[in-house]
């Protein structure tokens, strides 16, 4: 343990320096909330009112992802955060008393033995996915897990598996696929405005943006990989959503590792984490088969010789129009275009698309499907296609050719 503050990773801090004007009014707003749900709470401790209908999370992690869980969290009327976890001890405590979680623990397995506990959420380092959410299952507790699944396939199929054999709910959080924009085109595309989707395109690149240099996330074993497995893979959700999930016969991908092993390439460059030097890939690039003849290509990097920011999008091409979402630096404007033919002359169409609850709509869709009781068909399969791509991407590139995807 250390008593370390939680160090910035870049993507954190430019989610904090990139902000449009909207999400900072929906923060004012969340904050005020939290603060009355938090004087709620309090009031209703002393009045010794019955809480006994509310859903009893945990939730392990307190960087970015830990934080944006428990705020979610701690904003629904029907859910009490009663337990939280993570190694940095001020933080722990500063965010403990902010929302007014009662039981605060360093290690997660103390978490797991929380009384009446019924559901954890996961934002820790990819490696410790698959050991809680094992745990936490096995207690018959649901679970929430951020993106990727697991570091592996085998570790995907065991969380499945503990799953279905626990009956009980595991969500990963993909978070993008809740943007205005996204949920706009999905519904243009299911409506049938494009037409039959042929082919696709999808990116995140990044100007100067390895995560957290030397600590987890360029450290192969804590975190599986490069930027394929942790923005890749945001893509590839975003690509199968939108296109109703067709099944990826064959991938052929490169890994390259240029910048990153040189110490370039880092917006906050770190010497204080665990881990050890630059273990994975800087960019990726791999050419998907779908099933019905569509084709999908990805693009991702943390750190290339390009233009400034942090940007991802997708392309996509149909029999009777196509459509374009371009996200600059987090931005929530003017990000989607849709073309199409007006009395036979091109043109294109760019729909009013409002910002979307992202992780806090993944939240509620969460506590939703746990408070339902029908939790049969969330058992994490849907992730576990996702790993099972990034898992033949690798092996694709390590072999240097094509991976045919079994099932
Ligand atoms: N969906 C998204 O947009 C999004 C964004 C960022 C990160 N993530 C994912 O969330 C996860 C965490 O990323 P992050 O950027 O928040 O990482 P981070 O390094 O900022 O935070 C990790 C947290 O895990 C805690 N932790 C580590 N070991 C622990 C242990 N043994 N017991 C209890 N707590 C422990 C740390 O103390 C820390 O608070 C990763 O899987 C990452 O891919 C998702």
Known sequence: MTGRPAPQS???????????VDSLVFEAVSHCGNWVCRAVRQWERIAGV????????????????????????????????????????????????KHDVPHLYER???????????AVSIGTPTQLHAPIALKALE????VLCEKPLARTVAEGTAMVEASKKAGRVLNVVFNHRERGDVAVLKHQIDEGLL?????????????????????????????????????????????????????????????FAELGPRGRGSAVPNANTLGSAFEVEDLAT??????????????????????PGDNFGIELFGTEGGAKIEVQNYSNVDTLRIFTDVGG?????????GAGLGHRAVVQEFVKIVQS???????????????????????????????????
């Open 108 to 118: 997660w397995e103390d978490l797991l033995e929380t009384d009446g506990l019924e």
């Open 195 to 255: 037409g039959r989707v042929y082919y696709a395109k999808a990116h995140w690149m990044r100007r100067n943006g390895i995560p957290g240099m030397g600590g987890w996330f360029t450290n192969r074993e804590l975190s599986g990989g490069g930027p394929l497995i942790d923005l890749g893979v945001h893509i590839l959700d975003l690509a199968l959503h939108l296109l109703n999930e067709p099944k990826v016969n064959t991938v052929s991908a490169n890994t």
């Open 286 to 307: 791999a050419y998907l088969r779908l099933d019905g003849g569509g084709a999908l290509q990805l693009e991702t990097s943390w750190a290339t010789y390009r233009a």
């Open 345 to 353: 002359v091109p043109a294109e169409v760019k729909p009013a698309t």
């Open 139 to 142: 207690k018959g507790l649901h």
């Open 10 to 20: 870049s993507r954190e801090r430019q989610e904090t320096t990139m902000r449009p």
């Open 373 to 407: 009781g029908d939790w049969a068909a969330h058992n994490g399969s849907e992730a576990l296609v996702r790993t099972e791509v990034i898992d033949a991407c690798y092996a694709s590139a390590k072999a240097g050719r094509e991976v045919v995807l079994n099932g």
């Open 50 to 97: 019955n809480v006994q209908n509310r859903l009893r999370v945990g939730v392990v992690g307190l960087g970015f992802a830990g934080r944006t869980a428990l705020e979610a969290f701690s904003e629904l009327p029907d859910v009490e955060v009663v337990a939280l976890a993570g190694l940095e001890k001020g933080t722990l405590t500063s965010l403990g008393e």
